[in-house]
């Protein structure tokens, strides 16, 4: 077998489905060819082979490379100062309906260069690399205007080119009613369905079609017009669903056939129901948990009861969930919502990959998918999940290059 790279001497958390916890492999060899994986397992049964090159790893833990399948990684400015409101007893509805919240990035994010919001999100992505990130999901929704949306899309993409990592973006133009739209909601909306969507859409700028299912934002009959315009473009749905109260979300995305609900804290048992026969993937999103301070975890035991696949993502957003770690939300969601560190890891690989619609791609360490890897110091793969804040990464592969 020919290839350009072997990866030997190491023990390998492949994340198969079944099988050995972790899907791990002891004494495990990798070979790639092209940027993806060709062969994959024990060192004892590799086949012949001519590698260009050899990488020994010193019995190191490779997993794939972990996937972060919500952010909104591109926006201006930070809301540092609503931090503080809040630590003196505003809550996050107050703020927003006063005026503050997402509408306040959106000022910050329309007067920023693509320039500054390139630098800016790749100061961020800096956290996501170094927590063995290869895969991030980017979403749009702090524009809101034509001209706005379509430039932080570009720079999700210009991210996906040129900071190492692949990116998949999401159109999230019903995330709030900006300002100017105050008293004509309905004018918003036309707006972002009629118009810069399909604008977004025509310059290939987005891979699926997100919005924000609350009170606060916008309603599951107003969330079902965005996605039916999606529908007729082509592209895959996904939504923030249930987040700060029940309302119907879950359901919607199901209707749908989502790629995935995100938060989900407050969903019943219809919704998960219906979440398992589509197949929609329950994205749990700890860190926008913790720092709103909610009470009401997602309804695992049901996720686990219906099938339902859960991801785990870091959200990172200037309001809600200021987290740029990906190691991080593996640890807040074991300890916040008593996911198991394989169920954790799995829910930042396989799951994420789903969620995304890539589980072809990404997410498994097994012949043909695409090479991306991380290299880990640590003796057991629980210790992703365990620690806080100490570095843990050895190295990245993305398409078999390592960086
Ligand atoms: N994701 C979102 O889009 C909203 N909450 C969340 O978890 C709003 C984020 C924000 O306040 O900017
Ligand atoms: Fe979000």
Known sequence: MK?????????????AEGGAPFGAIEDGAILIRDGRIVWCGPRADLPAHEAARMDRLDGRWVTPGLIDCHTHLVFGGDRSGEFEQRLKGATYEEIARAGGGIVSSVAATRAASEDDLYASAVSRLVGLKATGVTTVEIKSGYGLDHDSELKMLRVARRIGHEAGVRVRTSYLGLHAVPTEWKSDREGYIDLAVDDI???????????AVDA???PIAFSTDEVA?????????GLPVKLHADQLSDGGGAAL??????LSADHVE????????????????????????????????PPIALFRRHGVAMAVATDCNPGTSPLASMTAA?????VQFRLTPEEALAGATRHAAKALGLQAQVGRIASGQAADLAVWDINRPAELCYWLGKPLLHSRYVAGAPG
Do not use: Q
């Open 330 to 334: 593996l640890n807040l969601a074991c």
């Open 266 to 297: 407050h969903t019943t048992e219809p919704g998960v129901r219906a979440m398992a026969k589509a197949g929609v993937v329950a994205v749990l999103l700890p860190g926008a948990y913790l720092m709103l301070g909610e009470t009401t975890p």
């Open 253 to 258: 995305a199901a209707r749908y056939g989502a």
């Open 197 to 207: 969507l399909p604008a977004a859409h025509a310059e290939d700028l987005v891979d």
């Open 225 to 233: 017009r965005l996605f039916d315009k999606a529908r007729s473009l």
């Open 212 to 214: 924000y299912c609350e």
């Open 3 to 15: 290839a350009d790279r072997l990866i030997a001497d190491c023990r390998i958390a492949t994340m």
